[in-house]
């Protein structure tokens, strides 16, 4: 297969991946009335039950000794479950209470929030136009809380919680590929969705069986939905220039943002689109600074950029 064969692939499975994942919404709506614990629960279980699946039929079972060789390496896949497991939470909570649009204003904001964490934590140092980027939207969160008479909790929290994810990541040096991440963090949190579930069992508050067949399937399709557009990233991250995944990235919160006002029925005010309106300039120009600096940039690893 030729380069040019090997981009266009790349970035196919970009599209796919992060179209899928803004097609999220749409998916967890349709799992009502379950709640966002329970399908918390189910995505972690049956996500490491189809990691599992495939790693015995590979036969690709020998990475997970490094974990216990390497106790900061296993520290750092804690941190990391942990992380991403208050990020998927908190995004289910938000689709399920019609709080969509402030979900993908979340995902607007992950790249300001992961080059000011460069700044403020790794003492990296920016170029001009990133600390313009910044800057705009540090006055977009400004704007939104004063407009709205609150801080964007659930928007900041998905940033956060997503920044801090890539960043445990970079700094213990996870080097793990994409399935192998997936495995080892959601076999981390396996226990606590266990738990999660007989509790919610004993309570009488799971809709497992209680909603027909067609719910049931689409609860244990929740391990098919987290590994498929992952795995469809990876492919794109190795075979796509890193500018190229930094613009395709948009594609999630965009169509999180068109589903959340045009099929959810979600109200965005004009105070609102204003504020959208600001972060979307300062996502322009940090898009601006990494085209003009593209010989420069390096690739990442999947598990830096991937959502």
Not at 150 to 164: D, E, K, N, Y
Not at 219 to 243: N, S
């Amino acid at each position: 297969m030729t380069g040019h064969d090997e981009t266009r692939r790349g970035s196919l499975q970009g599209l796919l991946a992060y179209g899928l994942w803004g097609l999220f919404p749409l998916y967890f709506h349709a799992l009502k009335p379950a709640g966002a614990w329970e399908i918390l629960a189910h995505r972690i279980l049956w996500t490491l039950l189809l990691c599992a699946l495939v790693l015995l039929v590979r036969r690709d079972l020998a990475w997970a000794r490094q974990l216990w060789q390497r106790p900061r390496l296993g520290l750092g896949v804690t941190a990391a479950a942990l992380l991403i497991a208050v990020n998927w939470v908190v995004y289910v909570a938000a689709v399920l209470g019609g709080r969509t649009t402030e979900a993908a204003l979340g995902y607007f904001l992950n790249p300001l929030v992961t080059v000011a964490l460069g700044v403020f934590v790794l003492r990296e140092r920016l170029r001009p136009l990133q600390w313009v980027a910044v800057a705009i939207g540090g006055l977009a969160f400004v704007y939104l809380s004063v407009a709205a008479g609150s801080v964007p909790v659930i928007a900041i929290t998905l940033a956060m919680s997503f920044g801090l994810y890539g960043l445990v990541k970079k700094e213990v040096g996870l080097s793990l590929q994409a399935m192998h991440s997936l495995a080892a963090e959601t076999a981390v949190l396996a226990p606590i969705a266990a738990v999660m579930l007989a509790v919610l069992t004993v309570r009488g508050d799971t809709t497992f069986t209680t909603e027909g067949a067609v719910h049931t399937g689409l609860l244990v399709a929740a391990g098919a939905m987290t590994a498929a557009p992952l795995l469809l990233f990876a492919g794109a991250a190795r075979r796509v220039p890193l500018v190229t995944i930094g613009l395709l990235q948009f594609i999630t919160p965009v169509l999180q943002l068109l589903c959340g006002v045009l099929l959810l029925d979600e109200h965005m005010s004009t105070s609102r689109w204003i504020g959208f309106g600001i972060v979307w300039v300062a996502l322009a120009v940090l898009t601006v600074d990494s085209l003009r600096n593209l010989p420069g940039r390096s690739r990442t690893h999947p598990a830096e950029v991937a959502p």
